[in-house]
């Protein structure tokens, strides 16, 4: 008889167990395809600009809402930094020195770039545009 017990009492045990995990898990387990979510994703859209002479180059950057945008910025002649305040970017390179970012595009507009260092008055003549589509 206990043995009988004891087999009914294990039984149920394991069944309450399986209960519990079974509403442990998400009930939409579904793995998204690899269309999904990437629609919104963009491009991967690659810069190299040159801080020279108080002046970028290129001093135009067009890209599309959402797109990765990797920059490879080198001050040429003396230290610059390449400042978005709209993205909250701000990166510094010393004098002949390179340095590489990314960020993600995601706000649509019109957004001033610019050195915002102060070694040299023509420093603030250093401007640029990011057009965000």
Known sequence: MRAR?????????????FLVSAAAQ?????????????ENAGQVREFTIAGNRYAFSPAT???????????TFTAQDIAHSFTVEGYRIMK??????TVTFEFRADQAGT??????????EKCKDMK?????R
């Open 61 to 71: 950057l067009t890209v599309n809402r959402n797109d990765l945008i990797k920059i």
């Open 111 to 120: 957004f001033p770039f610019y050195c915002n260092l102060s070694q040299d």
């Open 5 to 17: 017990q004891w087999l009914v009492f294990t039984t149920l045990a394991a069944g309450v167990l």
């Open 26 to 38: 998400p009930l939409d387990t579904a793995v998204p395809s690899p269309a999904e979510g990437q």
């Open 128 to 132: 640029g545009t990011l057009t965000v």
């Open 92 to 97: 510094r390179a010393g004098a002949g020195q």
